[in-house]
């Protein structure tokens, strides 16, 4: 089971890749994938050569490494959503499995919600709270993402350290975001 990515392959074009097959149901808030799947409906995505559950790749872009193995909590296989999956054990594995296959709904693509066009602002691998910047932050962080970038530190580079967006880290800076937290 491959547990890290070459240290040549780009991020980003990863992440734009996984996000054009993924599709949003409009019944529930499960993120399918509409790429390649194993014949038990997970969906499968090939790096650099390389076979991956999309799971563990969506797991691994979120938290930098990834568990042995990935659960489901939704009753959906195919789902990638973050938060629908967690760490669990083979045994875990095998009962959540057999589960899922019992409720999964068979349902054509085409039937799923012409998303498409919006799923630009998907990104799997953020949990609810990192996908909006204000919510997982502190004051103190606040105050430090701004000591920080204007102390010359890359705002990539604290994104990347407050699990954050690049924009938010700007917007922080500028005093669009946070704004009542008064700049030292
Ligand atoms: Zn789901």
Same mark, same amino acid.
């Given at each position: $089971?491959?547990?890290? @990515?070459?240290?040549?392959?780009?991020?980003?074009?990863?992440?734009? !890749?996984?996000?054009?097959?993924? =599709? *949003?149901?409009?019944?529930?808030?499960? #993120?399918?994938?509409?790429?390649?799947?194993?014949?038990?409906?997970?969906?499968?995505?090939?790096?650099?050569?390389?076979?991956?559950?999309?799971? =563990? @790749?969506?797991?691994?872009? !979120?938290?930098?490494?990834?568990?042995?193995?990935? @659960?489901?909590?939704?009753?959906?296989?195919?789902?990638?959503?973050?938060?629908? %999956?967690?760490?669990?054990?083979?045994?875990?594995? $095998? %009962?959540?499995?057999?589960?899922?296959?019992? #409720?999964? !709904?068979? *349902?054509?693509?085409?039937?799923?919600?012409?998303?498409?066009?919006? !799923?630009?602002? %998907?990104?799997?691998? %953020?949990?609810?709270?990192?996908?909006?910047?204000?919510?997982?932050?502190?004051?103190?962080?606040?105050r430090q993402i701004?000591?920080?970038? =204007?102390?010359?530190?890359?705002?990539?580079?604290?994104?990347?350290?407050?699990?954050?967006t690049q924009s938010?880290?700007?917007?922080?800076?500028?005093?669009?975001?946070?704004?009542?937290?008064?700049?030292?």
């Amino acid at each position: $089971m491959l547990n890290t @990515l070459p240290p040549d392959v780009d991020l980003d074009k990863l992440r734009a !890749a996984l996000i054009k097959r993924i =599709r *949003l149901p409009e019944w529930c808030d499960c #993120y399918f994938w509409a790429g390649r799947c194993t014949p038990n409906e997970r969906g499968r995505f090939c790096v650099d050569g390389h076979e991956w559950m999309v799971a =563990r @790749l969506v797991w691994l872009l !979120a938290r930098g490494s990834v568990p042995e193995r990935i @659960l489901q909590t939704c009753q959906h296989p195919n789902c990638v959503r973050l938060e629908h %999956l967690t760490p669990g054990t083979h045994r875990d594995c $095998m %009962l959540g499995g057999s589960a899922s296959k019992r #409720y999964v !709904a068979r *349902l054509h693509p085409e039937k799923w919600a012409r998303k498409e066009n919006n !799923a630009h602002h %998907l990104r799997p691998w %953020l949990s609810q709270g990192e996908r909006n910047g204000n919510a997982k932050l502190k004051v103190e962080d606040v105050r430090q993402i701004r000591a920080l970038v =204007r102390g010359g530190a890359s705002p990539r580079a604290v994104a990347r350290q407050f699990k954050i967006t690049q924009s938010n880290v700007s917007q922080i800076v500028r005093l669009k975001l946070w704004k009542h937290v008064p700049a030292v």
